[in-house]
């Protein structure tokens, strides 16, 4: 059974640049949940996704964007990317009835 | 608002000694709660997680942690640590807004294991 899988692993952006990074779900989830994690700190919640929709959002600006396709699977879109965008990103899947989301390995991104 | 609070930045402790990593929350009704570790460059891994019933959890890898209502806390306890045990802690709660969850991060314990 294949567990949340990602891609690509790493990414090199500039300032400015558009990148989208990609997410399978567990298998019989359809929730998909994207997370920030910044250098030495705890994830930060992007926004959620079922039935094709944003379900909650955390506090991040616009540029900021998702989508989930009717597989389940999503993409997390991040345009005009700062350097501070650099992180590592997280997507995590669950049921919508479910309390526990398991997590993806992660999308290492670096702006410069 | 929802927040996690892991006191400790980072523990060190020996091979074989026992293990507490602290976890403080702030949820306005019953939490759910968790703990997850990460190892370097790595996602993140369930370790254990409280929902309701019994208080006292067990996780994978040896692992359990105590609800404490009353203080509002989640530690997590291991018996006796072992050197792959090294990694970051992340204890979490899970927040509904709208009929689904988020999870709320603590920003996490490193753990140094010494042979």
């Known amino acids: 059974d294949a567990g949340v899988t990602q891609s690509p692993t790493h990414l090199i952006k500039t300032r400015g640049q558009q990148v989208t990074l990609r997410c399978s779900p567990k298998?019989?989830?359809?929730?998909v949940s994207w997370y920030q994690q910044a250098l030495g700190q705890g994830p930060q919640f992007i926004f959620q996704?079922?039935?094709?929709?944003?379900?909650q959002r955390g506090n991040f600006p616009d540029r900021f964007s998702g989508h989930q396709f009717p597989n389940y699977s999503s993409e997390l879109n991040v345009n005009a990317l700062l350097l501070g965008d650099s992180a590592l990103y997280l997507c995590?899947?669950?049921?919508?009835?479910?309390?526990?989301?398991?997590f993806g390995p992660g999308t290492r991104l670096l702006v410069l | 608002a929802q927040s996690v609070t892991q006191p400790d930045i980072h523990i060190t402790v020996s091979e074989g000694a026992s293990l507490e990593l602290r976890c403080n929350y702030s949820y306005g009704a019953t939490p759910y709660l968790f703990w997850y570790v990460q190892s370097p460059g790595q996602g993140l891994q369930l370790l254990l997680k409280y929902f309701s019933g019994d208080t006292l959890v067990q996780g994978i890898k040896g692992f359990e942690a105590e609800f404490k209502r009353s203080q509002s806390s989640f530690n997590l306890r291991k018996p006796s640590v072992h050197w792959s045990d090294a990694a970051e802690y992340f204890c979490?709660?899970?927040?509904?807004?709208?009929?689904?969850?988020?999870?709320?991060f603590g920003k996490g314990t490193k753990l140094t294991v010494n042979p």
């Open positions: 995590a899947s669950s049921t919508i009835l479910g309390e526990t989301q398991y």
């Open positions: 979490a709660v899970g927040a509904f807004e709208g009929g689904s969850e988020k999870l709320v």
């Open positions: 298998s019989g989830h359809d929730t």
């Open positions: 996704y079922y039935e094709e929709e944003e379900r």
